[in-house]
């Protein structure tokens, strides 16, 4: 086994520990209230904080973390489920809109929360093999854009203001 | 680390949300198109709980005495479900047009009451809400 870079193993705990923490305010905050779906995606923020400062693979192993204990916590094994589509699919497009040209976080972002709400309507649409739910769409589209950027202006302020040594030798 | 034209807004960034517009378009379309389930059926929930199901294919006039107080009537006629009569302040879901698309739904606000119609065997509606 190799050795475990113990910085970013110490970045690890940081960084889960606040996605897990901005899960429970987003928990808390009444801003999903009566529509299904959306919320603000804070915990996206730290996945997306995340693969900018280190690699990519490092910010799959926050947003998966994050999602299983969360779902652990407060969900249950179906909720689990629908973060982990939505989750899951909003790192990939997230990850490979990344490097793209003329692409900045704020597109990036509104990606990962557009894929997120997309996700969890395909489950949706596969668990209860209806396709009335797709009348949800313009509001999850909304949503995902709206939040998206709200995400990719924090994102970016957060970026520009983190040292350059708080990510030095991870 | 990442490059400082990553931290930028740029014209192009709204290539995302056209595209993602684009999509959900034509998966709306798709399931405009898509032939109807032959068995349908009017979901009738006050505060999010199902008191009654209506199959579409028989004509039906059911009259709903809300526990919390307040009176629905549903009728369904041709395929269509209605509500043609209530004692709310609004009167909106009496005004709502006939439906018979599975997804559409007639909501009275004040009574808590939705009218959905969904296909037959009707699927229990997601939590959608993931945390
Ligand atoms: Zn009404």
Redesign the pocket.
């Given at each position: 086994m190799r050795k475990m870079n113990v910085r970013r193993l110490a970045m690890y705990g940081l960084l889960v520990a606040l996605a897990f923490v901005f899960s429970y305010i987003e928990m808390l905050i009444p801003f999903n209230i009566g529509i299904p779906g959306v919320k603000l995606g804070l915990g996206n923020l730290v996945v997306m904080v995340t693969m900018c400062l280190l690699r990519r693979r490092d910010a799959l192993v926050v947003a998966v973390t994050r999602i299983v204990l969360v779902g652990l916590t407060f969900g249950s094994p179906s909720s689990m489920l629908y973060a982990l589509a939505g989750g899951l699919l909003s790192f990939a497009v997230m990850a490979l809109l990344l490097p793209a040209k003329r692409i900045s976080l704020y597109g990036v972002s509104m990606a990962g929360g557009l894929a997120h709400n997309f996700g969890q309507l395909a489950v949706a649409v596969f668990a209860t093999q209806t396709v009335r739910i797709v009348w949800y769409l313009p509001i999850l589209l909304v949503s995902g854009i709206v939040t998206g950027g709200l995400i990719g202006l924090a994102a970016v302020l957060i970026v520009r203001r983190l040292p350059a040594r708080v990510t030095q030798g991870i | 680390m990442l490059s400082t034209d990553k931290l930028t807004f740029h014209i192009t960034d709204l290539l995302i949300p056209a595209v993602a517009v684009l999509l959900a378009g034509v998966l709306m379309v798709l399931s405009a198109v898509l032939p109807q389930p032959e068995r349908r059926e009017a979901m009738i929930t006050v505060d999010g709980e199902v008191i009654a199901v209506l199959p579409l294919e028989t004509d039906a006039d059911r009259l709903f005495e809300l526990s919390a107080g307040?009176v629905?009537r549903v009728v369904v006629t041709d395929g269509c479900v209605s509500?043609s009569e209530?004692?709310?302040?609004?009167?909106?879901?009496?005004h709502h047009r006939a439906i018979s698309r599975v997804g559409e739904s007639i909501?009275?606000?004040?009574?808590g009451?939705v009218v959905t119609v969904v296909g037959g065997e009707a699927a229990d509606a997601p939590d959608l809400i993931a945390r």
């Amino acid at each position: 086994m190799r050795k475990m870079n113990v910085r970013r193993l110490a970045m690890y705990g940081l960084l889960v520990a606040l996605a897990f923490v901005f899960s429970y305010i987003e928990m808390l905050i009444p801003f999903n209230i009566g529509i299904p779906g959306v919320k603000l995606g804070l915990g996206n923020l730290v996945v997306m904080v995340t693969m900018c400062l280190l690699r990519r693979r490092d910010a799959l192993v926050v947003a998966v973390t994050r999602i299983v204990l969360v779902g652990l916590t407060f969900g249950s094994p179906s909720s689990m489920l629908y973060a982990l589509a939505g989750g899951l699919l909003s790192f990939a497009v997230m990850a490979l809109l990344l490097p793209a040209k003329r692409i900045s976080l704020y597109g990036v972002s509104m990606a990962g929360g557009l894929a997120h709400n997309f996700g969890q309507l395909a489950v949706a649409v596969f668990a209860t093999q209806t396709v009335r739910i797709v009348w949800y769409l313009p509001i999850l589209l909304v949503s995902g854009i709206v939040t998206g950027g709200l995400i990719g202006l924090a994102a970016v302020l957060i970026v520009r203001r983190l040292p350059a040594r708080v990510t030095q030798g991870i | 680390m990442l490059s400082t034209d990553k931290l930028t807004f740029h014209i192009t960034d709204l290539l995302i949300p056209a595209v993602a517009v684009l999509l959900a378009g034509v998966l709306m379309v798709l399931s405009a198109v898509l032939p109807q389930p032959e068995r349908r059926e009017a979901m009738i929930t006050v505060d999010g709980e199902v008191i009654a199901v209506l199959p579409l294919e028989t004509d039906a006039d059911r009259l709903f005495e809300l526990s919390a107080g307040g009176v629905n009537r549903v009728v369904v006629t041709d395929g269509c479900v209605s509500v043609s009569e209530a004692d709310c302040a609004t009167q909106v879901c009496v005004h709502h047009r006939a439906i018979s698309r599975v997804g559409e739904s007639i909501v009275c606000a004040p009574h808590g009451l939705v009218v959905t119609v969904v296909g037959g065997e009707a699927a229990d509606a997601p939590d959608l809400i993931a945390r």
